[in-house]
């Protein structure tokens, strides 16, 4: 599988697909998109490139264990939830700032699930990946 | 078109439920990711299926065009999707490593209790 | 505001525990403390939840503040909240059991985000007033499940393993497939909403079938006669914290689930109860009891016994009057107590005799007074000797039967509740007297806080069943809210319906 062509490709293709997924993950909230989605796209580069060049070189550039991100993403979206507890609104309530840009806690919690989305399927893939080798 | 989906619906079933009795790891495996799979059929279908719009509101209107499709089963069926795909994974991590460990896939040949 | 917080808290510390075990991966220390003050901070929420819903009367809130029907509805009633403090009681315990009970190397693997994981589930179950949600809620808890019982139960274990996971997976299906029925029928998920879509006699008329789906699900679930063998097939093979984990709090999440859904969306009260359904039971209880007497291992003749002992809830729901759906509460709530405390008694005796095979026991309690008295108390409770607990449940649900008249039922039960008694002085015959074997093991020490969760467990039998008249107090005001489905929908709905 690693051909030079694959190789090659990938180091134009992995920065674009995680630009796309934060693209994704930004207009999320009122169009197509979201932190699901997103997540998804992310966990596809480095899935690429552990593809082209191993997964050890894609856990280096990763720099920390798939496995936690799972927990950090978890945490992001529990925190996105609580806030709305300080303004006295039901748990998950979105808040939103009166100017008018996208920046609330639903943003918060889409972080918090690419996080986690990232986390799970690169911990599954990877293992499998390192199981079949 | 609810018939050839209702119809769908029972021939996915049909098939899973031949595939899970058949006693072997990779049928029991195959089996359920098409009873799942069905399920998620039924759910779309239990909406009302309706060649309409997609549901998003446009700039400044309150709420969809009339004759936009009914989101809620699109979103219980995606959710029971990722159900799904978790679980499946799970089971398939499972059954490789009891096929491994056996080194065959007749699941009476494993170890422990006759259920 | 109160709904609010109160809600929700029993949730986030389950997951706020199960993130703090996580990322303190592979520290056997700390994840001992997160584990055992997670459980205490769940059981401190609920114990809040049971005293505001006992005060005001049932709470809800609205998740992300979405209107009902359409957002996701939490829901408490005081059946929900009992729930809830009991899953927090076990919680505990276990948890207090398992840190001291499990070596280093099972709590970094990663025991504990799991344990709450589950705990998240059983809760979530609980407290939801949607029904995807509750599939949602149930899903998490089996998952939580499959990684307790597969990483602690060995490779032996595998074709139980498997037949968990399939089981489990079928019941899911069955249970799906009656929410899409349901959406089509009704177009609604929330549970007050069906409530009051499906008490118009057309929409009744066809959600029929939904019914029957439900119960198969939720019988799988609960273990019920003819869907409960992989039950004891996958318990006794689980490590000793989670096998009690699961003989506590899976199954009756199950029966949690027949209770809410026979009370309020298919109203058994309205129908005199359900023949078929007595049927079912009683054949529960005769098969569990029949199958555990033909066993001489400890923790899987307690697994047959859960599968009896389901039999007497789903008899007080089948009989569907207050008094009987009173005792089938309160037989719920004993249940928890005293199958997780005997499941954590038989990891004690395992450690104690060195193995869990009546054979290869004996002479306990000359060796272990203390042990014979905390296998003795659960053990006398579940098989119904009076002071205990398991004594007033099963003399109100016989009450209940001998006043709907169901007396091949109430015969059956006084039967198979002497079978129980049968069984428990099996292995109390086997394993506490007798010859000690030749080649016993010499006594390992048994972890203190293990005993100390056990002994717990014992005075709480011993309180319900002394004190079973406050209890017994609340048990009846939760069936009478049950009984009143009008009560959960004004609740939920507000005074719009």
């Known amino acids: ?66 496995v936690r991100l799972v927990p950090v993403g978890l945490a992001t979206s529990l925190v996105a939830g609580l806030g709305a507890f300080v303004l006295g609104r039901p748990f998950l309530t979105g808040l939103w700032p009166e100017a008018g840009i996208a920046l609330g806690t639903p943003l918060l919690f889409d972080v918090g699930v690419y996080l986690t989305v990232v986390g799970v399927v690169l911990t599954i893939l990877f293992a499998l ?4 080798s | 078109m609810s018939l050839a989906v209702a119809l769908a619906v029972g021939v996915v079933f049909a098939v ?7 006693g072997t790891l990779w049928h029991l495996l195959l089996g359920l990711a098409l009873l799942s799979h069905g399920t998620h059929l039924l759910l779309f279908a239990a909406g009302g299926l309706v060649a309409g719009g997609p549901p998003l509101a446009l700039e400044g209107a309150l709420a969809p065009a ?10 219980l069926v995606l959710t029971a999707i990722v159900i799904a795909f978790a679980v499946l994974a799970f089971a398939l991590v499972l059954g490789l490593g009891a096929g491994r460990d056996a080194k065959t896939d007749d699941i009476d040949a494993y170890g422990g209790d006759r259920g | 505001m109160t709904n609010d917080l109160l809600l929700v808290a029993p949730l986030l510390a389950a997951l706020g525990s199960a993130i703090a075990g996580a990322l303190a991966a592979g520290r056997a220390t700390a994840q001992r403390v997160i584990g055992v003050a997670g459980a205490g901070a769940l059981l401190t929420s609920a114990v809040a939840l049971v005293v505001h819903v006992h005060a005001t009367g049932i709470a809800t809130t609205q998740l992300g503040n979405w209107p009902a029907p359409f957002g996701i509805t939490l829901v ?10 009991v899953t927090g009681v076990v919680a505990l315990c276990v948890a207090v059991y398992a840190a001291s009970e499990n070596d280093a190397r099972a709590l970094g693997a990663g025991f504990f985000p799991f344990f709450h994981v589950l705990l998240m589930g059983v809760c979530g179950a609980f407290l939801t007033g949607d029904l995807f949600n509750l599939y949602v809620w149930f899903e998490v808890m089996l998952l939580a499940s499959f990684v307790l019982l597969t990483a602690t139960a060995g490779p032996s274990a595998l074709r139980s393993g498997l037949a968990y996971v399939s089981l489990n997976l079928l019941a899911s299906a069955f249970f799906l497939v009656g929410v899409a029925v349901l959406y089509g029928v009704a177009g609604t998920l929330n549970l007050a909403d069906l409530a009051v879509k499906l008490g118009q006699p057309e929409a009744r008329e066809a959600a029929r079938p939904v019914a029957a789906l439900l119960l198969v699900a939720f019988g799988i679930k609960a273990g019920l006669f003819p869907v409960f063998f992989w039950l004891p097939a996958s318990y ?8 009690a984990l699961f003989a506590g709090l899976l199954t009756k999440v199950g029966v949690y689930a027949l209770i809410r859904v026979f009370t309020l969306l298919f109203p058994l009260q309205d129908a005199g109860g359900s023949v078929a359904l007595v ?19 400890v923790r899987r003749i307690l697994s047959f016994h859960i599968v009896s002992q389901i039999g007497y809830m789903v008899l007080g729901l089948a009989l569907a009057t207050p008094l009987a759906l009173a005792s089938a509460i309160f037989y719920v709530l004993h249940h928890i107590v005293t199958k997780t405390n005997l499941f954590l008694v038989g990891g004690l005796i395992r450690r104690a005799g060195g193995s869990e095979a009546l054979g290869e026991l004996g002479a306990l309690a000359v060796r272990r007074t ?24 099963k003399l109100q649900l016989l009450r209940a039967g001998l006043d709907a008249e169901a007396f091949v039922a109430v015969f059956i039960a006084v039967a198979v509740g002497l079978l129980t008694l049968f069984s428990m002085a099996k292995i109390w015959i086997e394993a506490f007297w007798g010859e000690a074997p030749e080649n016993a093991a010499p006594d390992p020490t048994l972890p203190r806080g293990a005993v100390f969760a056990s002994a717990g467990l014992a005075l709480l039998t011993v309180a319900l069943g002394l004190g079973a008249e406050g209890l017994w107090q609340l048990a009846n005001e939760a069936a009478a809210t049950l009984l009143e489905p009008e009560r959960y929908v004004r609740a939920v709905l507000g005074a719009r319906s």
Do not use: K, N
């Open chain 1, 1 to 66: 599988m690693t051909t030079l062509i694959v190789r090659t490709a990938t180091r134009y293709l992995m920065p674009l697909l995680l630009l796309f997924s934060l693209f994704l993950l930004w207009r999320g909230h009122h169009e197509p998109g979201g932190g699901f989605v997103g997540g998804l796209v992310a966990a596809t580069a480095f899935v690429l490139l552990a593809i082209a060049d191993g997964t050890s070189a894609a856990r280096r550039l990763l720099r920390i264990a798939p």
């Open chain 2, 16 to 22: 899973s439920l031949r595939l899970l009795l058949q």
């Open chain 3, 279 to 297: 049927a079912v039971a009683s054949a529960t209880m005769i098969c569990g009891v029949l199958a555990a007497a033909s066993q001489a291992h």
């Open chain 3, 236 to 243: 006794p093979t689980a490590g000793v914290a989670v096998s």
């Open chain 2, 66 to 75: 009339a004759g936009a499709a009914d989101p809620l089963p699109q979103a």
């Open chain 3, 370 to 393: 203390g042990l014979a008295v905390l296998f003795a108390v659960p053990a006398l409770s579940l098989a119904g000797v009076p002071p205990l607990s398991g004594f007033f449940a």
């Open chain 1, 129 to 132: 990946m390192e199981e079949g």
């Open chain 3, 76 to 85: 408490a009633d005081l059946f929900s909240a009992l729930m809830v403090l």
